[in-house]
């Protein structure tokens, strides 16, 4: 007897919708629904998983679909949203491109909020957190996820430091060496930062005013020079494999 097919499949598209979701009708029209109708090609009966950043996961069924806009039928909660690790990314904003990736890792690995950092040698020091923020969302769209990173607006160095709190653990990546990273990482429990420099690192006074906040924590990671995004994925992967919940 052939066995009976999962539903919905693994294929079912997957979309964020910014508003609490609930059993009922919801109307889906803008970029999401030129997704839905014009690349996925939707059809009334078929099936799109909802998520909302909110309440978790849902079953959504097309119930009418139009040229420009569509209403599917939300009828029951899939999954709860997922408990998130207290962690957050600061990083200096990197070129367009660069910044965009690590967005979407970030996203992909777990963190609960990124935090623009701007420094000295920060190229960019306007990050646009709005397409930062749609990244994090195609990637949690494709990868499964039911909760989103906050996206902080930029804040310079020295703010940063002055208003960080001691009870959040801060590493920092220190291109003239530190504690290698996972000892540093299984020594520290609770809430934890990791903070990347830009493509040419913090300059000397910058590191110096890092070291001397009492929640910091220089690390090293490892013998090859990485460049800034590298790193913040590296480091991440490391706390997640530590603290978070990799371990």
């Known amino acids: 007897m052939p066995a009976t097919p999962a539903w919905p499949p ?45 309440t978790g996961e849902w079953l959504g069924v097309a119930a009418s679909v139009g040229k420009r806009d569509l209403t599917l039928d939300v009828t029951e909660r899939l999954r709860e949203r997922e408990a998130v690790p207290d962690l957050w990314l600061c990083a200096a904003p990197l070129k367009k491109g660069r910044v965009d990736w690590l967005a979407e890792k970030a996203c992909e690995l777990g963190v609960a909020r990124l935090v623009p950092v701007v420094t000295r040698r920060t190229v960019v020091d306007k990050p646009n957190t709005e397409r930062l923020r749609a990244h994090m969302i195609e990637a949690a769209e494709q990868c499964g996820r039911t909760a989103l990173p906050e996206v902080a607006e930029p804040v310079k160095l020295a703010a940063f430091l002055r208003d960080w709190s001691p009870e959040r653990a801060l590493f920092f990546a220190d291109e003239t060496g530190g504690v290698p990273a996972l000892e540093a990482m299984r020594a520290h429990s609770g ?47 490391l706390w997640m494999a530590a603290a978070g919940d990799w371990h």
């Open 191 to 237: 809430p934890a930062a990791i903070l990347i420099g830009p493509e040419g690192g913090f300059d000397a006074e910058e590191r110096e005013a890092i070291r001397a906040h009492p929640a910091a924590v220089g690390i090293g990671l490892g013998p090859r020079i990485l460049r800034a995004d590298t790193a913040a994925a590296a480091a991440i992967s």
């Open 10 to 54: 693994q294929s079912t598209p997957r979309l964020f919708v910014d508003q609490p979701l609930a059993e009922g009708p919801i109307r889906i029209d803008g970029p999401a629904a030129h997704y839905l109708v014009s690349v996925m090609r939707t059809k009334v009966g078929d099936p799109v998983k909802l998520f909302d950043d909110r």
